[in-house]
């Protein structure tokens, strides 16, 4: 029983360069969601999805796109890492309803742009 | 709008005190509450949640929160804790009928032997 699964666990990128972090769900929810945890500030989300094919911004997009293409994946690129994008980067799934269900987390990717 | 405060960012506790983690919450629509625990350099995993029903809410590894509808807190509460409780722990609403999750800003417990 893998419930969400992130890859990878550890990035280091220079500034400038792109990469993909993947999450992958087995819980068939059709509800995604990425998140940035940063010292004091808790989790803020970046994009979510709340079906195949639909993707819309949350509340720190900038930098940062995703794709939905499967019901089970949603990536989260960076076109062009800048230092401020040094996080640990959570993804979520949850199933949809009236929301008494909780998020399920992946166990984060630790990124740092130098 | 919605909100979630936990005024303590760091909460240090003898071993085998109780404890007590507070969360606030503000909303005008119908939500469900939920505390979440992180054990350093890993994910976020349930800790318990209310839904409806009784306003004490047992949840794993010997916590328990209260729910004040009138206060709007959700405080969580432990009578005995462990040098293993040590983690960072973060309380959160779901607005009803929606995909949003609001988190605080988390409250990192320190358990000192």
């Known amino acids: 029983n893998a419930g969400v699964t992130q890859t990878p666990k550890f990035r280091v990128l220079k500034t400038g360069q792109s990469m993909t972090l993947l999450c992958a769900q087995d819980?068939?929810?059709?509800?995604m969601y990425w998140y940035r945890q940063d010292p004091g500030m808790g989790l803020r989300l970046i994009h979510y999805?709340?079906?195949?094919?639909?993707?819309a911004k949350g509340e720190v997009p900038d930098g940062y796109n995703v794709s939905r293409l499967k019901k089970q994946n949603f990536l989260l690129g960076l076109e062009s890492a800048a230092p401020s994008q040094t996080s640990v980067y959570f993804c979520?799934?949850?199933?949809?309803?009236?929301?008494?269900?909780?998020?399920?987390f992946g166990q984060g990717t630790r990124l740092t742009v130098v | 709008a919605q909100s979630v405060t936990q005024l303590d960012s760091q909460v240090p506790v003898f071993e085998e005190a109780p404890v007590e983690l507070r969360c606030n919450y503000s909303?005008?629509?119908?939500?469900?509450l939920f505390w979440y625990v992180q054990y350093p350099n890993q994910g976020l995993q349930l800790l318990l949640k209310?839904?409806?029903?009784?306003?004490l809410v047992k949840g794993i590894n010997g916590f328990e929160a209260e729910f004040n509808k009138s206060q709007t807190s959700f405080h969580l509460r432990k009578p005995s804790v462990h040098i293993s409780d040590t983690a960072e722990y973060f309380c959160?609403?779901?607005?009803?009928?929606?995909?949003?999750?609001?988190f605080g800003t988390g409250t990192r417990l320190k358990v000192l032997a």
């Open positions: 209310y839904l409806s029903g009784s306003t």
């Open positions: 959160a609403v779901r607005i009803s009928g929606t995909y949003k999750y609001i």
């Open positions: 979520a799934s949850s199933p949809r309803g009236s929301g008494y269900t909780e998020a399920f």
């Open positions: 819980m068939n929810h059709e509800y």
């Open positions: 999805s709340v079906g195949e094919g639909t993707t």
């Open positions: 909303s005008s629509v119908s939500v469900y």
